[in-house]
């Protein structure tokens, strides 16, 4: 492993038109940074090297072999039980991460428009090689079953240090105000790079890189009857036409803990059966000689050393699914997209989805409608909820929607129903 000392020239306006100030800042800027990369990169090779004189094998089983593949393995999860193992499997609902959520003044986290309000992040290194340095950047987009890096704005970034089987809470120093016309119920995503030894390598998309995970939820805490209306968009960056379908499956759970209110959405979303959480079940969602499945099996092994992905039994799934009364009508809030590398996402995006159409979850899914959508446009859906009549104050419903075409979903939001309390 190389890493040039050679300093970077800027490429500023203002250093191109010779405007030495900023240039001479920005190339001093750079110059700390390669310094600072040829730093850590003789560090780690010294680290390696001491282990291998230890009497560490390498790959091959033989001292003296291979130097073993020591680096960080940078996780923002999609479940609790989240091993980083990608593409990620059906079983998982990958847009509602655990691992992001917001301080606001609402007691479920959920985004409070018109205030500021504090995104936050959980990154895990279950590599064996500390992390350092940890880019992590925070975004927000509108409330969508299906986003695309046009639907992306950016909120900040941050650096931190993650050392070898530990996390980190990162929070974003940048306040976020979203917007009262969607009553906050925007989508908030984050991801992280290690740009020396575990760079991301898709961007926004979560189902291929462990990198990436969102958080397109809502807490609905209201007094039954009550009616809900969300406002979602359905998104094709597709250069084609595509029928997109929009899918509802419902969880009926009872709480067996007392957690925090603003715990109980990043636990419902991620509520696997007991048997499903086992390191062993969750790997065999993946096809035998796979990359999930050979990443599956080295994840499991850190895992048992990480508290943090232990399973829980906070829930307990009900026989029945609850009643609740859904349905959903096309708006005319239609459009098309920016112009972006949309087609290029969505496409890379299905490659790895459409991995997994073999292994879909045992949750059924009822198809609320279908519509046609022209090549890189949108279409807004109203989905409309009501509070069932008997909900116990320990049970809760977890509504999760989803755009599917074809057999592929392609993003969704996830409302999670529970008694005023």
């Known amino acids: 492993m190389k890493a040039s000392t050679k300093p970077r020239k800027s490429r500023t306006p203002d250093a191109a038109h010779g405007a030495k100030g900023d240039g001479d800042i920005v190339e001093a800027v750079d110059r700390a940074r390669d310094e600072a990369t040829e730093r850590r990169r003789r560090e780690y090779d010294v680290y390696l090297r001491r282990l291998a004189k230890s009497g560490l094998r390498g790959q091959d089983g033989n001292e003296g072999g291979r130097l073993p593949p020591i680096s960080p393995f940078l996780v923002i999860r999609n479940a609790l039980t989240d091993l980083g193992a990608r593409p990620t499997p059906p079983g998982f609902n990958f847009w509602s991460s655990p691992d992001i959520w917001v301080d606001s003044s609402d007691p479920f986290g959920n985004p409070v428009a018109g205030e500021p309000n504090v995104l936050k992040a959980r990154v895990l290194n279950l590599g064996s090689f500390q992390a350092a340095p940890v880019q992590v950047d925070f975004y927000w987009a509108d409330p969508s079953l299906g986003l695309v890096p046009a639907s992306m704005h950016h909120v900040g970034t941050e650096w931190v240090d993650i050392p070898s089987l530990t996390s980190a809470v990162v929070a974003c120093s940048t306040p976020w105000v979203p917007v009262l016309v969607n009553g906050g119920h925007e989508c908030v995503i984050a991801q992280c790079s290690n740009w020396i030894l575990d760079p991301i390598t898709h961007p926004f998309n979560p189902v291929a890189d462990r990198h990436v995970a969102q958080r397109n939820l809502h807490v609905l805490a209201a007094a039954p009857g009550t009616k809900a209306v969300f406002d ?95 349905n959903a009508v096309l708006t005319e809030n239609a459009g098309r997209l920016q112009s972006s590398d949309g087609a290029a996402f969505a496409a890379d995006f299905s490659r790895y989805a459409a991995q997994n159409t073999l292994h879909r979850s045992p949750i059924k899914a009822l198809e609320l409608l279908t519509t046609d959508l022209r090549p890189s446009s949108y279409a807004t859906t109203a989905v409309a909820l009501v509070v069932p009549e008997k909900l116990a104050d320990d049970e809760i419903l977890v509504v999760e929607l989803a755009q599917r075409v074809g057999e592929i979903v392609l993003g969704g939001y996830t409302v999670v129903i529970t008694p005023i309390t």
């Open 232 to 326: 979602l968009r359905l998104t094709n960056a597709f250069p084609f036409l595509v029928t997109a379908a929009v899918d509802v499956s419902i969880r009926h759970l009872r709480l067996r803990a007392e957690l925090d209110p603003a715990a109980v959405a990043g636990a419902a979303a991620s509520f696997l059966l007991r048997e499903e959480c086992r390191p062993a079940a969750l790997i065999e969602r993946y096809p035998k000689g796979s990359v999930g499945h050979r990443i599956g099996r080295s994840a499991s092994r850190r895992a048992e050393r990480h508290p943090d992905l232990l399973a829980t039994e906070d829930f307990e799934l009900l026989d029945g699914r609850g009643s609740v009364e859904i």
